[in-house]
């Protein structure tokens, strides 16, 4: 079974990364221990060509795990539409997930939207659970200003709670 975890989509410069970085925080303060996936659908080498972890890779290995004082990194040769699998692999060392992008994958959806890059998603989507930003939002959609991280915090641990972000 996979740990909780909840997309946190928008449009490219919306703040996904920026909210991320403040409500991880948030949540680590209330108790809860967070994971981060950045799904990206462009292509990005894993590991800088010709080092010794992009040989390996190469070769064929199950994983690669990079490891130096400041932590380790680890990367699979999966094709990110096996994200849900892999975050099996650590159920019960995380409470919730949170995976910056993936617009069209199957988890639950926080939107950050910003005027001027792209319509709102919440408008076509049901599986979008609540906007940030300035947005005119669906009938009885929750709706967050940027900066009320702790109101999103709170959204979140009640979506916990109710077992939304386990779907």
């Known amino acids: 079974m996979r740990p909780p975890a909840l997309a946190v989509v928008g449009w490219s410069g919306s703040g996904k990364t920026t909210l991320l970085t403040r409500l991880v925080p948030e949540l680590r303060q209330r108790g809860l221990r967070v994971g981060v996936v950045k799904h990206s659908s462009d292509v990005h080498p894993l590991h800088r060509a ?3 972890t992009a040989r390996y890779a190469e070769s064929g290995a199950a994983f690669v795990a990079f490891a130096n004082p400041a932590g380790v990194q680890l990367s699979f040769p999966e094709p990110p539409e096996q994200v849900l699998a892999l975050l099996e692999r650590f159920a019960g060392t ?3 997930v ?6 069209h994958g199957p988890l639950p959806k926080l939107e950050v939207w910003r005027e001027g ?3 709102l998603l919440a408008a076509e989507r049901r599986d979008v659970l609540a906007v940030v930003g300035e947005a005119v939002v ?6 967050f200003g940027p900066e009320d991280v702790q109101g999103i915090a709170t959204f979140l641990q009640q979506c916990l709670s109710d077992g939304v972000l386990s779907r």
């Open 138 to 143: 669906p009938e009885g959609m929750t709706r």
């Open 98 to 103: 949170l995976v910056e992008g993936w617009k």
């Open 117 to 119: 890059l792209g319509p």
């Open 94 to 96: 995380v409470d919730l």
């Open 50 to 52: 010709g080092s010794d």
